[in-house]
């Protein structure tokens, strides 16, 4: 199928053998002139396959199994990833969710309880809503970074088409208590560049390091140590909210 | 001896990030956080060279530095790097 979608503001069209990425991607298609293309071969999914393997016997877990149409929009996304990069784009892990036209971006390995976090927030704030549950995109533009929708969401599946000024960067621990600290770019960019995508070129690497480098000198960045008490949703937005 | 894969490296603000790249690469996820020095030894290791043309850079690099110092750190960090796989001999 060819179809063109629009992610942070840059238009890609994209030339897939499956139907699966179309219905992922309905939500974001455009009319517009595409900034670069993507285009799906039988060997792109191949590999997706091989590293699904070798990645579930690294970390011990049986091997899923995945469909040809699932590997394929793992392909794509894949390339989207490569080339958004010049758009001054990069994909970096963790969930977002916005509240009074902000955004916030917790991150942390997988397991420490992202998506409860997250889902504290829409319980305690009713005007929250996630931009992405697990691979948003950020966008530096002007020396501003923007949180941007993507329908690559994870298992499930929370995005919105959105792009909003991302206000803080959020590391999540497990703890007893809920508290929240501020942290320096310093200490937090080795967390940061592990969560970001990790493209296999140099000049696409030193990209990304770059664009990383953009987001610690305009963005604040924070510890939040939570437990599994609902609270915690109110104590991270004070802690960042209150600190301007 | 040489760094057994390329590196980006970057300066995040007085400190600096090294990632590995390339195609072999992925048997390595982590990435270096380093300091200037380490940072410049790690450049100096992209080309075969020896310890004794590393050193001899960084005495030219830093002259406040004296020969056991810039000697001590080397190798510190040549050793850390070997430990990691990161270093061909």
Redesign the interface.
Known sequence: MDFTISLAGVNIEIHSLYGAVYELCRDYLTDHRPDFTVSIAPADIEFEREKSVLEAAREGKPYGNFTADYLETLAIYRKISENILRYDVFLMHGAVVALDGAAYLFTAPSGVGKTTHTQFWLKKYPDAFIVNGDKPLLRAVGGQIFACGSPWAGKEGQNRNVMLPLKAVCALFRGNENSIRRIA??KV??LV??QSY?????AE??Q???L??IL??HTRFYALSCNLDPDAARVAKEGMDNDE | MKLRY?F?I??????Y?A?P???D??EFH??L?LNAVSADILAQLKEDTTPEKVHAYLRGKYPESTDDEIGANLVKFLNQLYREGLLQI
Do not use: C, H, N
Request: charged share 30%; glycine share 16%; hydrophobic share 40%.
């Open positions: 770019f310093d960019f080795p560049i592990a990790r493209p296999s070129g140099e690497m030193m990304t390091l770059r990383i480098k610690g000198e | 390329e980006a970057m300066d995040m603000g007085g400190e990030a990632v790249v390339g195609k690469a992925t982590g990435m956080k």
